[in-house]
């Protein structure tokens, strides 16, 4: 399994894992190509040629953003999305971010769970912050240079 970044010839891919993740938003195909062109930053986890999973992130101030993020179903815990986790915290230092950033659907166990065993804590709710179906969002947050080095 290796990480490279989003290309125009991973969106196909990308979309299937992302509609059989219904806890992540919903993006269109040209939001993805946005991320191969580098208008946002992206990367996908790959074996021998298969899209197993991907991350979108940008710089906010001086902190980055994770925006959308998801493995597929059927290649879970098996440590991609820690990699891919790596990976943009990684970028993170490289462009001197204080602290990664991201929102997750209350319901989100898993996902909650993931995060807050690699250094983030929950610092916030948004009300009604999702639609379809309407859920608040949780707000979570990691200090870079101190998130775990998340290899458990
Ligand atoms: C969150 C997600 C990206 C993690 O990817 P992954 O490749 O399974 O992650 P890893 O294998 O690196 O780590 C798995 C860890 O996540 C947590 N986890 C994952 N699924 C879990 C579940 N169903 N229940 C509890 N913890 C879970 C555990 O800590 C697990 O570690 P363990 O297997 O040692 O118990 C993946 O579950 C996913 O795509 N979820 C749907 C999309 C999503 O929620 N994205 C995040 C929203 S921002």
Known sequence: ?????????????????????????????????????????????????????FMVARRTAGDIEILNFAVNPAARRRGIGNTLLRVALDWGAEVNAERALLEVRASNFAALHFYERRGFRVVGRRPRYYVAPIEDALLLTAEIGRAPAVSL
Do not use: C, K
């Not at 010839?9 to 269109?28: F, G, K, M, N």
């Not at 993805?32 to 986890?45: D, F, H, I, L």
């Open 1 to 53: 399994m290796n990480t490279r970044p989003i290309e125009s010839r991973d969106v196909e891919s990308i979309l299937e894992i992302q509609s059989s993740s219904p806890e992540v938003a919903q993006w269109t195909a040209s939001d993805y190509q946005r991320a191969a062109r580098g208008e946002m930053t992206g990367w996908v986890a790959a074996d021998e040629g298969r899209i197993l999973g």
